[in-house]
Nanobody, 116 residues
Framework: QVQLVESGGGLVQAGGSLRLSCAAS????????MGWYRQAPEKQRELVAR???????KYADAVKGRFTISRDNAKNMVYLQMNSLKSEDTAVYYC??????????WGQGTQVTVSS
């Protein structure tokens, strides 16, 4: 079992920045691939960014150049730095872990609202 707790969401004006944090426990964190997903009202959950256990990253086209995912294996943390936020970034953001056994775990989500 992996437990994930997100924090850092909130209300921000367009053009502003937020940093989301995800605290993980319950497994060997460094072996997990970690990711951030988001779900806007009446839309499907979508990948925002992923970072592998080896540190390779992948981003959705909509956030490339604006968002940065990072991890701190010593602290069992993964982060999402979000800059130049747009109204279309408004969503609930979820932290995700994929273990070496290909099991998927989700946090409870944190709301990000960008006002235009």
């Amino acid at each position: 079992q992996v437990q994930l707790v997100e924090s850092g969401g909130g209300l921000v004006q367009a053009g502003g920045s937020l940093r989301l944090s995800c605290a993980a426990s319950g497994s060997v964190f460094s072996r997990n691939d970690m990711g951030w997903y988001r779900q806007a009202p009446e839309k499907q959950r979508e990948l925002v960014a992923r970072i592998t256990s080896g540190g390779n990253t992948k981003y959705a086209d909509a956030v490339k150049g604006r968002f940065t995912i990072s991890r701190d294996n010593a602290k069992n943390m993964v982060y999402l730095q979000m800059n130049s936020l747009k109204s279309e970034d408004t969503a609930v953001y979820y932290c995700n872990a994929k273990t070496v056994y290909l099991s998927m775990y989700w946090g409870q989500g944190t709301q990000v609202t960008v006002s235009s």
